[in-house]
T-cell receptor, first 113, second 115 residues
Framework: KNQVEQSPQSLIILEGKNCTLQ??????????LRWYKQDTGRGPVSLTI?????NTKSNGRYTATLDADTKQSSLHITASQLSDSASYIC????????????FGPGTRLSVLP | EAQVTQNPRYLITVTGKKLTVTCSQN?????MSWYRQDPGLGLRQIYY???????DKGDVPEGYKVSRKEKRNFPLILESPSPNQTSLYFC??????????????FGPGTRLTVL
């Protein structure tokens, strides 16, 4: 069964600290992996997109890594800010044509002053 | 401004009373989709559409209907809502070029409560 798991379920860090969120997937075949940020009460917003040939992708203070062999991805947030408080969702797609996305349950990050 | 809009944003209704949640996008996207989000679960796809008059079931289509008569609109219809359809609903849209960069853009969400 195609599945995406994320850990931890929730995380609390102090402002300015770094953190890493994990994503493991069993989706097959594999086309691409995306990380989304979802602020409370808002729709998800795309942070990064990676194909199987890419093993790292950055977007400002966000850096995603992908190991297609072990089917693992991580999202590293550097020098966290209060505005980073959100849920981070890992999404894996078996194809490029928009259907059959498999969403992870998300990691809820809280950044405290 | 490029966006996906949903209406209403909040809705409380009673079991069995038909309702429609509208979704509209102004980006000329071919692909549109409806998801529901429940606590502890990932977003689950209800229905999707790859173009006008082309719709298909997602993972959890029971109890829902959709239509795609125009490219920009993709309403979600609950003919006879039940309490287990209480959820947060998101509409999303994207281009369908086949490129990895066909990112989905999500609407702001509709919080539905069925009593």
């Amino acid at each position: 069964k195609n599945q995406v798991e994320q850990s931890p379920q929730s995380l609390i860090i102090l402002e300015g600290k770094n953190c890493t969120l994990q994503c493991n997937y069993t989706v097959s075949p594999f086309s691409n992996l995306r990380w989304y940020k979802q602020d409370t009460g808002r729709g998800p917003v795309s942070l990064t997109i990676m194909t199987f040939s890419e093993n790292t992708k950055s977007n400002g203070r966000y850096t995603a890594t992908l190991d297609a062999d072990t089917k693992q991805s991580s999202l590293h947030i550097t020098a966290s800010q209060l505005s980073d408080s959100a849920s981070y969702i890992c999404v894996v797609s078996p194809n490029n044509y928009g259907q059959n996305f498999v969403f992870g349950p998300g990691t809820r990050l809280s950044v405290l002053p | 401004e490029a966006q996906v809009t949903q209406n209403p944003r909040y809705l409380i209704t009673v079991t069995g009373k038909k309702l429609t949640v509208t979704c509209s996008q102004n980006m000329n996207h071919e692909y549109m989709s409806w998801y529901r989000q429940d606590p502890g679960l990932g977003l689950r796809q209800i229905y999707y559409s790859m173009n006008v008059e082309v719709t298909d079931k997602g993972d959890v289509p029971e109890g829902y209907k959709v239509s795609r008569k125009e490219k920009r609109n993709f309403p979600l219809i609950l003919e006879s809502p039940s309490p287990n359809q209480t959820s947060l609903y998101f509409c999303a849209s994207s281009f369908l070029t086949g490129a990895v960069t066909d990112t989905q853009y999500f609407g702001p969400g509709t919080r539905l409560t069925v009593l």
